[in-house]
């Protein structure tokens, strides 16, 4: 009994000496001044200084809310504070103010929770260092009082932040900050931490700013009118929240529901503000394309507008370093780019609550501004059709990289209003439209043909076959052929450009069953020996699948195959197999094109073929033996799954 005895006293020993050591930390960071038995409307109200606040929390009859139903950290604002409220708002004394703006002004000077100096220095050290939860560490919540009294979105910053990020603290309030503050306004060198039986106090040495919400605060600089004009036109207004019994608050919500609700105080954002120079110097040379008034961006097309506007939002609170540091993974508008492009842009600042707004003299160009398809957008009033076609199919998809900026190459040929045949697009049936917008994809080129040397006699490759370019008019595979009006593009981007046609190309279906190769052959009387062949080696039914799989045929006439001495009737299934495998190549290959100059590529049995030369030049040669496709216009001859090359010969 005397052994467990001993041990128990040693451990109480220890228990009392860590107990010691725990209350010695928390006196040395913790500066607890008054009696916790007092709620924070009591502790108040023995500091003489303080006293007119607690009035103004009595004459709402907030005395027990404030001091028994919650914990919170207070922001006491002295006499000579509450005065110089009163005076901004247009009256001589508290007393006049009207009880909806007091609400407000006690509301802001309470943040939901109870911290002590310690705990705002602790949450920032505990941030992974060099990380955006540091930065968002400073922002805390103030109480709020249902729809009409909202919370608001308040920085306090200590010490530490000021060692790590004082820079980004001048950058924001333009000003050095140090100690501990809030928002722009310091808090008293000894009246803090004052502990209340729910909550704590700090005193605050000037009046807490009244910082507007983001909207507010861009409207309020000369400089960015544009802009505040554009993030304008996204306002909507929207009904309060249900209650307990289901009854819905009819009161009115200032929102943004297009885009980032930058109206919501618990939105976090930054926002990349460009100045009406910058705006300006960027759409100045784009004039002609959206007319106007000049001098003026009125007549710039609202999706436009609506790409600026989502891509100066960030999500998020970012602070000058945080954006240096996280390059490249930062996210503008929801797209990573690199921000070392953007920071150095920054000119200024303009304080919000629930923002970090920037001022930059340079827009942040989004996705689809910095490819090719923004020049559809750009030219709105020339090609109104294609704008609804794109608002109303999947016409753009390939055209703009929304993730990283890697464009692939393009060129776009587009139909202006005046070459737009039919019904409008957005008169169209369902099924038309989809023919329309295949006619639309047609015309658009895996290829920047700039880095191409220009438009020259070629095959150009698009998602629905492949078009030949030649004197100065595109033909599809059924010999349908439109203008170019002009060599000169209407719009150049980094990955393309756009030219202008005066009508639509033909697409070809992929998945048409009635234009496989087979079915090109077999409709050929040239090939009815070649054709009994592919049925004899059974490979009817692949040459027939339309999908995944496409090939290209050099198909011997029955010319050639008579003086080759083929005998497809006495041939077994295994010889005819072997022979028709020399002749197919898996994939879509349009050789004579122009571009073609010399490779290997095996056949379908594997066996390697080479080939060299273009137009009129173009051969392919099979174990010593070369062939060319005869006559050439016979070449080239494109189906659902593949391409059909007419042959004089057999290898």
Known sequence: MKQPTKYFILSYIVVIMLGMSCSKKFDEHYNPVARVDKNIVETLEEDPELVDFVKVIDKLGLRQTLGEAAIYTCLAPTNEHVQTFAESKGFQTIDEVPESILRQYVNAHFINGMYYKYDIEKRYRNAPEGSLAATKATYYTT??????????????????????Q?????IIYHMDGSGFMVESVRVHETKYDISAANGVIHVLTSPLPELPITDAAVASVDDMSIFSKWLEGHVSYILGPKDQF???????????????????????????????????????????????????????????????????????????????????KIRIGGFPQEVSKIAPTIVGSVLSSNSVIYKVNKVVESPILHSVEGGIY???????????????????????????????????????????????????????????????????????????????????????????????EFIDYTGNSVSLLSPEPVWEKGNGAIFEV??????????????????????????????SAIQKAGLESELNLTGFFTYTVFAPTNTAMQAAGIDVVN?????????????????????????????????????????????????????????KPTPLTAANVQGSNGVVHKVNETF
């Not at 939002?313 to 370093?321: G, Q, R, T, V």
């Not at 073609?596 to 080939?611: D, R, V, Y």
Request: proline share 5%; with cysteine.
């Open 143 to 164: 109480r709020a009082e249902g729809v009409l009294v909202k919370p608001k979105s308040i920085r306090l910053f200590t010490q530490p932040f000021f060692d790590m």
């Open 166 to 170: 004082a820079d980004d603290y001048n």
């Open 246 to 328: 289901g009854w819905v608050d009819t009161t009115l919500i200032r929102a943004y529901t297009s885009i980032r609700n930058v109206a919501d105080e618990s939105v976090l954002s930054t926002v990349f503000a460009p100045t009406d120079e910058a705006l300006l110097a960027y759409f100045t040379p784009y004039a002609a394309h959206f007319g106007g008034t000049p001098g003026t961006l009125d007549s710039v097309p609202e999706f436009v507008r609506t790409q600026v506007v989502r891509t100066t939002l960030l999500a998020e609170p970012w602070f000058k370093s945080d954006i240096v540091r996280d390059n490249p």
């Open 378 to 472: 750009m030219r709105e009033k020339f090609y109104t059709q294609w704008v609804e076609m794109l608002k109303r199919t999947n016409l753009e998809d390939g055209l703009t990289d929304g993730l990283y900026y890697q464009h692939a190459d393009k060129t776009i040929l587009v139909q202006s209003d005046e070459f737009w045949t039919g019904p409008a697009a957005e008169d169209l049936a369902a099924e038309d439209r989809e023919i329309r917008r295949r006619e639309c994809r047609t015309g658009i080129f895996n290829i920047d043909v700039r880095k191409d040397g220009g438009f020259r006699k070629r095959y150009y490759p698009t998602e629905f076959g492949w078009i030949l370019f030649d004197n100065n």
């Open 502 to 531: 005066d009508g639509f190309l033909t697409p070809m279906d992929p998945a048409d069953l009635d234009r496989t190769v087979f079915v090109l052959i077999t409709g050929d009387p040239d090939y009815t020996q070649f054709a």
């Open 571 to 627: 041939s077994t299934p295994e010889q005819m197999r072997a022979f028709v495998g020399k002749y197919i190549i898996p994939n879509r290959y349009v050789f004579t094109d122009g571009v073609t100059q010399g490779g290997l590529i095996p056949n379908k049995n594997g066996e390697m073929m080479s080939f060299s030369g273009s137009w009129d030049t173009f051969s392919v040669t099979y174990a010593q033996k070369t062939i």
